[in-house]
T-cell receptor, first 118, second 115 residues
Framework: EPEVTQTPSHQVTQMGQEVILRCVPISNHLYFYWYRQILGQKVEFLVSFYNNEISEKSEIFDDQFSVERPDGSNFTLKIRSTKLEDSAMYFC????????????????FGPGTRLTVL | AQSVSQHNHHVILSEAASLELGCNYSYGGTVNLFWYVQYPGQHLQLLLKYFSGDPLVKGIKGFEAEFIKSKFSFNLRKPSVQWSDTAEYFCAVNAQPGGSYIPTFGRGTSLIVHP
């Protein structure tokens, strides 16, 4: 069964450094998402992406964050200058969206990248 | 905007015990409700979802959930848990009209099943 993959599984970085988290969504899916989960807290939506542009974003997704689909398979989340509070598990997800997005769509998640900011 | 809360943060059970994990949401309109599970070292994956019809929804691995509109609840149940059910369980909701199709997640419930 096709899966969403994410790399790396764990990233450790110094405060102020830039990080890029990578995701390969399921190949025929059209909508892509990033979520994060700070330890012990809720899974929070960051951004959704469709047709090479952001379709929705949350208030968490400020100017420090950006997303890109640099080629036909990868979907990346960049944090320009990491802060301690960016330490979290970051999940990528995708949904088919072939007939437009549906409220009943199942999100297909990757395994997550644990980001630790020191 | 929709919101969801999961009251049990950590649950520890012995094998064969019955399970019920609470999920309550707040939204006045039509909701779609989801339970996702994350087994250790694996992806978040869908257990079951409700969007219309029979409020008792059956999912994979013997799980079921009941949508009770009057209580704004969508509790997850399993009559007899196994050690392999040890995982993190997430309730999620999206809502229409007026709400986003992006699901809002709860903080999750960690279930540990002792053999």
């Amino acid at each position: 069964e096709p899966e969403v993959t994410q790399t790396p599984s764990h990233q450790v970085t110094q405060m102020g450094q830039e990080v890029i988290l990578r995701c390969v969504p399921i190949s025929n899916h059209l909508y892509f998402y990033w979520y994060r989960q700070i330890l012990g807290q809720k899974v929070e939506f960051l951004v959704s992406f469709y047709n090479n542009e952001i379709s929705e974003k949350s208030e968490i997704f400020d100017d420090q964050f950006s997303v890109e689909r640099p080629d036909g398979s990868n979907f990346t989340l960049k944090i320009r200058s990491t802060k301690l509070e960016d330490s979290a598990m970051y999940f990528c997800a995708s949904t088919p969206g072939l007939a437009g997005v549906k409220y009943t769509d199942t999100q297909y998640f990757g395994p997550g990248t644990r980001l630790t900011v020191l | 905007a929709q919101s969801v809360s999961q009251h049990n943060h950590h649950v520890i059970l012995s094998e064969a015990a019955s399970l019920e994990l609470g999920c309550n949401y707040s939204y006045g309109g039509t909701v779609n409700l989801f339970w996702y599970v994350q087994y250790p070292g694996q992806h978040l994956q869908l257990l079951l979802k409700y969007f219309s019809g029979d409020p008792l929804v059956k999912g994979i691995k013997g799980f079921e959930a009941e949508f009770i509109k009057s209580k704004f609840s969508f509790n997850l149940r399993k009559p007899s848990v196994q050690w392999s059910d040890t995982a993190e369980y997430f309730c999620a909701v999206n809502a229409q009209p007026g709400g986003s199709y992006i699901p809002t997640f709860g903080r999750g419930t960690s279930l540990i099943v002792h053999p």
